[in-house]
């Protein structure tokens, strides 16, 4: 997983998947880090002790106001995001597992929905089984043009995977971004 101390810390467009952790935090910790910023990662099959499988906030002194935006956080042990600090992060057009827990009226364009991955992990925290995973989405996933596309600056050219992060006008919630194609599929039957 990552765990980051900086001040102003951002984590872009990753993939986090089957990290453990002693404590809190098993895909992402950040501690004493001042407006972390968590855009368009996909943060799945996390394993923490204590919980917060996902990602976890903690901060000794005065709060940081984090924002999540454009996340799936699926499938990690315990709680999706555990924090320690007023007000809660902000979650913005991600998909979490249970819906926001983060507290109400700190996100809007929640999606708690299953993102519907086309072949995760089978396990949380330490792979039982490496073989061959692909974490982007499935045709009909309730990630698909349901970002938000307000912070363009952050809105890097390409994908995870390197394909156009943008496809029908609007990006997807994730790392990857769905491009309406997939093996055995016939050009123009493409998913709408």
């Not at 949380?124 to 938000?148: A, E, F, T, V, Y």
């Not at 609007?170 to 790392?175: L, N, T, Y």
């Amino acid at each position: 997983g990552i765990y980051c101390w900086e001040s102003h810390a951002e984590i872009l467009q990753k993939l986090i998947y089957n990290n453990s952790a002693v404590n809190y935090g098993g895909g992402i910790s950040f501690q004493y880090s001042s407006f972390p910023r968590v855009y368009n990662n996909t943060i799945c099959n996390n394993f923490a002790n204590n919980g917060g499988g996902g990602l976890n906030f903690k901060w000794y002194g005065s709060p940081s106001y984090p924002i999540l935006l454009n996340n799936i956080i699926y499938f990690n042990s315990g709680d999706q995001i555990n924090y320690e600090l007023q007000p809660p992060p902000r979650t913005d057009f991600c998909a979490i597992q249970d819906g926001n827990n983060t507290g109400n009226g700190n996100g809007y364009g929640i999606i708690t929905l299953n993102p519907k991955i086309i072949h995760p992990t089978d396990s949380i925290g330490i792979m039982n089984n490496i073989g061959q995973h692909d974490w982007s989405l499935k045709k009909g996933s309730p990630c698909i043009n349901r970002g938000d596309t307000n912070f363009n600056n952050l809105i890097p050219e390409y994908d995870f995977a390197g394909n156009p992060r943008i496809y029908k006008n609007r990006i997807d919630i994730g790392a990857y971004e769905y491009s309406g194609i997939f093996p055995g599929e016939e050009p123009g039957n493409e998913a709408v």
